[in-house]
């Protein structure tokens, strides 16, 4: 593994740009890769690598366990006498609610945080951000596990919502002041966290714990968050931990050598002191590959918890619950696979990953409108759900790995937080989109 390294004696944007030194920014990383020159820096690199590995997949954990447990929550909990005349009465096994009220309790509060974060978030040290975040994650396992209704479950999603929003914009800033190639191990690391995190609720729940007792067992999580974050890796001295900055600054004055290494020329331009103009400008130039995201994720979680509950095969052993479970699972594993592929091939063109995620949605809805999906067979859906998974983890690495390529290292922090908004708000308007569409299905006699 050759980490990637920003050249420190480039000393303006013109040896980037313009057609005459126009070597691609890609091209330029790749000329000035080269692997830490000591042993002791080769054995911090990688444990970086590693400890952004798991800071991904602790960091999505919780919000994909939530999801997996969607149908639980809502099953167990929403009053049975409902959910029974609502069921009798439809064509379609439906729950009272739909599965994407979870959702939106498990995406609103990180599309607040991700939408504001911006403002401010470079004024609180690294250090205070992640403790919230493992504190909120755990609490989120215990209100949900000893929750005896509804709302109160759906407070706990929320707690996991919290946690998961800040860890991705903290996280995210943070890859930053390393080598660049610790983004491609965030984004498998969360990919991880999609087929983990469905896969071991799957599993526990398979071999006869109950729901509640299964998310007792994930508390494991935030501890192996604490021990990534505070024991595993390894920050630069200039990354602002505990103390509150006065002058927020990227420069580094220690032998770890981040990615930050620019010219004095550059090093006021940090996110603290960068006008709302500079913002704006920066906020334009990441729209091309922030607006197709959005529509993939859009696409996306309108099939994840607005179809899954409809694309139920009765006359089959296993379970209405059972089939949703596996498909989540499946669908993490396409994730999984496509958000540990940017170092075998990239994509630039996210818009196409979009076009195609929405025609498999459009697809799955006819499909559960006119009821020609059980013909396909359980395993041709199956396979469909790992395509989608697949579409939309594509999207995701793509989407920041061509942002940690094309920012400016001085902007690298500020769009790296500002982009991370994209997949959250496409994830909410599904959400909200979803909801009717699923009382809609589930009205019809």
């Known amino acids: 593994m050759e980490p990637r390294r920003v050249n420190a004696s480039r000393s ?53 366990v939530m999801l997996s447990a969607a149908h639980d929550i809502l099953k167990t909990e929403t009053n ?6 609502v069921t009798n009465a439809s064509r379609y096994d439906c729950n009272e609610i739909s599965t994407a009220a979870v959702l939106l309790a498990d995406i609103l509060p990180t599309l607040i945080i991700k939408f504001t974060a911006p403002l401010y978030i470079h004024q609180i040290p690294y250090n205070y951000r992640v403790s919230l975040c493992i504190v909120t994650a755990a609490a989120s396992f215990f209100i949900v ?12 999603v929320v707690f996991a919502s919290i946690s998961s929003g800040l860890g991705e914009i903290t996280f995210l800033s943070l890859t930053a002041f390393f080598y660049s190639d610790v983004v491609s ?40 968050l604490f021990i990534s974050y505070f024991v595993l890796l390894l920050p630069p001295s200039s990354l602002p931990r505990w103390k509150f900055p006065t002058s927020y600054s990227l420069v580094d004055t220690s032998d770890q050598r981040p990615l930050l290494d620019e010219p004095s020329s550059q090093k006021s331009a940090t996110s603290s002191h960068r006008s709302v103009a500079d913002k704006w400008s920066i906020i334009k130039s990441l729209l091309k590959y922030m607006i197709p995201l959005s529509i993939v994720y859009f696409a996306e979680y309108f099939i994840n918890q607005g179809l899954y509950e409809l694309m139920y095969f009765p006359n ?30 990239k994509i630039r063109h996210i818009w196409v990953l979009a076009c195609l995620q929405c025609g498999l949605a459009t697809f799955l809805l006819v499909g559960v ?15 469909i759900i790992v395509f989608e998974g697949l579409l939309g983890g594509a999207a995701y690495v793509n989407t920041f790995n061509n942002i940690a390529i094309e920012s400016k290292p001085e902007d690298q922090e500020f769009a790296m937080s500002v982009a991370c908004v994209s997949d959250t708000l496409g994830i909410s308007l599904s959400g909200a989109i979803a909801i009717p569409v699923h009382n809609y299905f589930c009205c019809l006699s």
């Open 12 to 64: 303006s944007d013109s040896d980037w740009q313009g057609e005459g030194g126009s070597a691609s920014r890609e091209e330029a990383d790749d000329d000035a890769a080269a692997p830490p020159d000591r042993a002791g820096e080769r054995r911090s690199h990688w444990r970086n690598l590693s400890a952004f590995w798991l800071l991904g997949l602790c960091n999505n954990f919780a919000y994909v």
């Open 80 to 85: 049975q006498t409902a959910a029974l005349n």
């Open 145 to 156: 596990s000893f929750s005896g209704h509804v709302t109160v479950s759906l407070l706990g």
């Open 185 to 224: 191990y965030w984004s498998s690391g969360t990919g991880g966290a999609g087929i983990l995190g469905a896969l071991s609720y799957l599993g526990l729940t398979e071999a006869g714990l109950s729901p509640r007792n299964s998310l007792l067992v994930m508390l494991i999580i935030p501890a192996l």
């Open 316 to 345: 089959i052993k296993m379970s209405h619950s059972a089939q949703y479970r596996w498909y989540q699972m499946l669908y993490q594993a396409g994730v999984f696979v496509s958000r540990s592929s940017v170092r075998c091939f």
């Open 369 to 383: 409108a006119y009821f020609f999906l059980p013909s396909l067979t359980l395993p041709g859906i199956f396979l």
